[in-house]
């Protein structure tokens, strides 16, 4: 599973270029997908190891769209979602649960991946290159370039909403500290502003009632233009009643 997760990028970094990336693409939503179920009944415990292995493989494998592989790329992030949900959840039930002899080892998980999103988010969305495409020879570099920054925002945001589905499972004990100080929430919230309404949109519609009004605080205190924003459309990656802007009017 963590080899399949990998998808394109670490197959061409063990120079298996000559893979179809759409091919590679579909084995690591698969393998996404498996590891989320697996993760749901096994749980985490004695398997902390492996869980960053497989975190790490599969945020590389969805971390570009080559050519053709859109649909592909957004199922594969979709089912890496619900792996890291079920990561999420067992980590923070056993990181709180005071007769677990692993609390610590699961504290340590929590926080390692919340991080480890977080930074894949911000890698992402900073400008700078933009990340690896496989375009057309009659593109302009203009275009490619274009191109290119936008599968990286796309991606950013992407991780980000994984981010937030694993935030919402942390204990409000060590709120907001754990999200500012390991997985680098202010820094993302300045660099894509558009963040900021995504972030609310969670807060509203999926935190617990305790870590929600802390966070929303803290949002707003940071940048209060966020309560006005309702109007851009949720990413593909999060669907369903929560995207709806009357139902987050309704929530504030």
């Given at each position: 599973?963590v080899a399949c997760a990998g ?103 929590q926080r390692w991946l919340l ?138």
């Amino acid at each position: 599973v963590v080899a399949c997760a990998g998808g394109v990028r670490r197959a061409l970094g063990r120079g298996r270029g000559g893979l179809a990336p759409r091919e590679l693409t579909s084995v690591a939503a698969r393998a996404n997908a498996l590891a989320a179920v697996s993760l749901s009944r096994a749980g985490t415990a004695g398997r902390e190891e492996q869980v960053r292995d497989f975190v790490s493989s599969a945020l590389d494998g969805v971390s570009e769209s080559p050519e053709g592989t859109g649909k592909v790329v957004a199922a594969a992030r979709h089912a890496l979602l619900g792996a890291i949900e079920a990561i999420a959840t067992d980590v923070a039930r056993r990181s709180t649960d005071g007769a677990d002899p692993s609390r610590q080892e699961a504290a340590e998980l929590q926080r390692w991946l919340l991080a480890t999103l977080g930074r894949y988010a911000l890698d992402a969305l900073l400008p700078g290159p933009p990340l690896g495409t496989w375009g057309s020879q009659e593109e302009t570099a203009a275009d490619g370039q274009s191109e290119g920054r936008g599968a990286a925002v796309e991606a950013g945001e992407a991780f980000f909403a994984m981010l937030c589905s694993a935030a919402r499972h942390v204990d409000v004990s060590i709120l907001p500290e754990l999200l500012y100080s390991e997985a680098h929430m202010a820094d993302l919230l300045r660099a894509h502003p558009p963040l900021r309404e995504l972030w609310l949109r969670h807060l509203v519609s999926r935190f617990p009632e305790a870590a929600r009004e802390l966070l929303v605080l803290r949002l707003l205190e940071d940048f209060p233009e966020a309560a006005a924003a309702f109007s851009a459309p949720y990413p593909a990656i999060l669907t369903g009643p929560e995207a709806s802007s009357s139902v987050l009017r309704s929530a504030l």
